[in-house]
């Protein structure tokens, strides 16, 4: 019988996991889903199926889509692993960790990938995430077309946690081109120039990023300040691009340079949705 006919346990129906576990519905795939928040879980699901235990019981494919892979860790220690369980951790966490779960996994003779996304809440509704993968590479095959109920772009990139690394050098960038995008906006508004009319520049020319294309405009300029990701992911995510590279001698300040900047952010804002970080741009940095 095909990987495909197995049933798969969800753990984790927030923003993202939401979305991704009812692509997994629709198309037609055997998925029960938990979350320690009991309210989200769906109504429809038979209740003796909602809980972890049910899960690493009767699940051969574990999908994880909670905060990092400490937390799943843990989980994973705390309950009994059967043989030949494919694990599959959908968070932007430390690679190092990553290794360490595949390692401990090994004595059950079972199996872990890190997939880390990218494409936000909205992607993940539209089932057109970005996947960055590694671990055994016959085994990410062998989901492959698990991933693609909720992916569009799906990349393997070698050993365990290089999904994981190639996320948090893609945040990097990400996350310092949307500040860099931010403090010239908020000089162009100082000057009389609208920052409509700026990121039209931009979108025009060599300027254009996926932050003026779509970010400023869905997001921000809209006023509708929806990027369903909080100022302490961001944080988080560039706390840990540093903790990589901070011992390396090619790590130049850019990285650091963006994470003492979101550090610089009063902890009692890191709940807030992260593009409100432009239009409270003068409180959050004076």
Not at 127 to 137: A, P, T
Request: aromatic letters at 12%; one cysteine or more.
């Amino acid at each position: 019988m095909s990987i495909l006919n197995d049933q798969i346990g969800f753990v984790g129906l927030g923003n993202m996991g939401n979305g991704i576990y009812k692509n997994l519905k629709i198309k037609n795939f055997n998925v029960v889903g938990f979350d320690k928040i009991k309210k989200r879980i769906p109504n429809k699901q038979d209740n003796t199926h909602s809980s972890l235990d049910y899960i690493f019981n009767n699940c051969k494919i574990i999908f994880f889509c909670i905060s990092t892979n400490e937390e799943i860790y843990k989980i994973i220690k705390k309950n009994h692993v059967k043989d030949n369980t494919i694990f599959v951790d959908l968070t932007t966490s430390l690679p190092d960790k990553s290794k360490s779960i595949s390692n401990y996994l090994k004595k059950f003779n079972s199996f872990y990938l890190d997939c880390a996304m990218s494409g936000g809440a909205s992607g993940a509704k539209k089932g057109s995430l970005s996947l960055m993968s590694g671990g055994n590479k016959k085994i990410f095959f062998k989901i492959k077309p698990i991933l693609l109920a909720f992916a569009e772009n799906i990349f393997y990139l070698g050993e365990v946690g290089s999904g994981q690394l190639v996320k948090l050098l893609h945040n990097s960038v990400c996350h310092s081109i949307f500040l860099i995008n931010c403090e010239i906006l908020q000089a162009a508004e100082n000057y009389g120039v609208s920052a409509k009319n700026i990121i039209n520049v931009f979108n025009k020319s060599n300027a254009r990023s996926f932050i003026s294309e779509r970010r400023f405009p869905d997001h921000i300029l809209n006023k509708k300040f929806d990027g369903k990701s909080l100022i302490f992911n961001l944080k988080k995510d560039l706390n840990m691009a540093t903790k990589i590279l901070k011992n390396k001698s090619y790590l130049n300040s850019y990285t650091l340079l963006t994470s003492k900047k979101l550090n610089q952010i009063d902890k009692r804002f890191d709940n807030d949705d992260f593009t409100t970080i432009y239009k409270n741009w003068e409180k959050l940095f004076n």
